[in-house]
């Protein structure tokens, strides 16, 4: 089971069909109640220009026919630095398998075949099932109503004047009020993803974005205050997570 925003690459020049497999993707991806970023890139070369950081993406698309670095070439380059990302071809020919699998590419994909969307989402199917993401979905009473969402979508809990406010990622940031204790609440949800880093704060810890002077930032600005007595177990958890803490 995995909690972490999962982040994908779409590398073709061909920016119309691009945009086309990112919409896919989306609804695909929204359907689940997944949290992840897409990323378009319009060359092998505008995609291997990121280093090392290509490692960070879990899923990358690629077309085998760009015209700079082509997509053979560029799986080439991102494999010297992860075999643990999932490599999709996308092509309008199929005449590259053997050095697909010298790549240990995971599917190919025509972009011309009439089932386009239904091989797309089988080729996601399979990757789910071999990264085992199993979303987890809690259900609550809130004072706008019953509310289920996926825990992956909870962004923080902030307990105000004995008021629990759930913000969740919805279409936008959505909130949801209880009358319960935060204590309850992180005893319920028992996911290792979620930091208490303060008596009023529980955070969803994919969407940190860094930590500087005991205040800690998300990934859309927010900033949220560490208690002096869960700072080091705080920090700590972030550099696990991310490596660095800004």
Avoid: W
């Avoid at 919409?23 to 220009?49: C, N, W």
């Amino acid at each position: 089971m995995t909690e972490i925003m999962l982040q994908i690459a779409i590398c073709d020049d061909e920016e119309i069909f691009g945009r086309y497999l990112e919409k896919l993707i989306t609804g695909y991806l929204d359907a689940k109640g997944e949290v992840y970023s897409i990323r378009r890139f319009l060359s092998g070369i505008e995609f291997t220009s990121l280093g090392a950081k290509m490692a960070a993406y879990k899923i990358v698309f690629l077309d085998i026919n760009m015209m700079e670095l082509n997509g053979i070439e560029t799986a080439r380059k991102l494999r010297e630095l992860s075999d643990e990302t999932y490599v999709i071809f996308v092509t309008a020919f199929i005449n590259y398998t053997l050095e697909g699998y010298k790549v240990n590419a995971f599917r190919y994909l025509l972009k011309n075949a009439d089932n386009f969307k239904e091989s797309l989402e089988e080729c996601l199917d399979a990757v789910f099932q071999k990264m085992k993401i199993v979303p987890v979905a809690k259900r609550y009473r809130f004072a706008e109503g019953e509310k289920q969402f996926f825990l992956k979508r909870l962004v923080y809990v902030e307990s105000n004047l004995h008021t629990l406010i759930f913000h969740i990622l919805e279409d936008d940031m959505t909130e949801y009020k209880m009358q319960k204790t935060l204590n309850f609440i992180e005893e319920d949800i028992d996911d290792k993803m979620f930091l208490r880093i303060h008596q009023s704060f529980l955070v969803n810890i994919s969407f940190v974005e860094y930590i500087e002077d005991k205040t800690m930032f998300l990934v859309d600005g927010t900033p949220l205050p560490i208690a002096k007595s869960r700072y080091k177990t705080v920090r700590d958890a972030v550099i696990r997570f991310k490596g660095v803490i800004q």
